[in-house]
């Protein structure tokens, strides 16, 4: 448990960012985090570097309405200051704090605080012996220095943690999670580590994360890229849905557009991805220039917009075809469709006495 977020098991695969902020400043790190709340995040990490910085975390803490895993590096002491402040998570490497003694002070208050405990292998970072050991970073390396850090918890009989063992270039990450995943069994912690740009980071990311979650591999994640967190989360929403993991919000269909297009099919998926982002409801909606393949798509989705002639395009609901609608009104008749159909879907799970991610 992460708070009252549960990960691993059967629970579903969550979705985490990290703050940029200085977190010095709370009313900045809370407004950030905010942002990420709306967007979905589950799980949202705060660094945490100096004796400032935990001592803003207890505000940011109490503001929060996920749980926060303070980020913790080589200062033992700001993660016994984090653990009081309410961090539901630490996120360390153990090796890198110090004496035993050390760690059995983290353990202690983690223990005390009710906190979990995510162990951070990175390629960037991995111990001077492993890497005089096997030479560079490589996937055995990852895993060793995972396990010894697995030990130290362990030996302070301390269970409740999760693993990450990351890397930049994908092949690396993934060879390492496949090893991790045949030698432990507690949750990993999936992520593709300064992955890039919002483009080029997307797709790393989906490839390595996406690879793992198909193969079963992997119970929360974050993706790291060089955009804002909020930008991650709908990002990991995405890979996410794309694998059929989670269903959260609208679910869009939409052609790469060519020249028999009846509409502008590009701004048009540009506005309704905007103008949509308060749906968290999971529901379908295709959008087609023309009527080659949108028909077809139309009759799998929710809510479906076909192409046609002289600024009319034909609407479907629930695969059949129902009405028309011309140029001008069509983005704003599409959203509101969109709402009426998220309001149903919601009203119909709640007499069934189903809830859904939006309600949560």
Known sequence: MVGNVPVGGDAPITVQTMTN???EDAAATIDQIRRCEDAGADIIRVSCPT????ASFHKIARAARVPLVADI????KRALEAADAGAACLRINPGNIGSSERVAEVVRAAKANGCAIRIGVNAGS???DLLEKYGEPCPEALIESALDHIKLLQDHDFHEYKVAVKASDVFLAVAAYHGLAEAVDCPLHLGITEAGGLIGGTVKSSIGIGSLLWAGIGDTIRVSLSAEPEQEVKVGFEILKGLGLRTRGVRIVSCPSCSRQGFDVIRTVEALEKRLEHIKTPMSLSVLGCVVNGPGEARETDIGLTGGGKGKHMVYLSGV????????AMLDHIVQLVEAKAAEIEAGMMDAGQVTEAAE
Do not use: A, I, Q
Not at 51 to 54: A, Q
Not at 73 to 76: D, G, K, T
């Open 21 to 23: 902020t200085p977190t």
């Open 73 to 76: 590096h080589f200062h033992y």
């Open 126 to 128: 991995l111990e001077k």
């Open 51 to 54: 004796e400032e910085s935990t």
């Open 321 to 328: 075809t129902d009405h028309h609608v011309e140029d001008g």
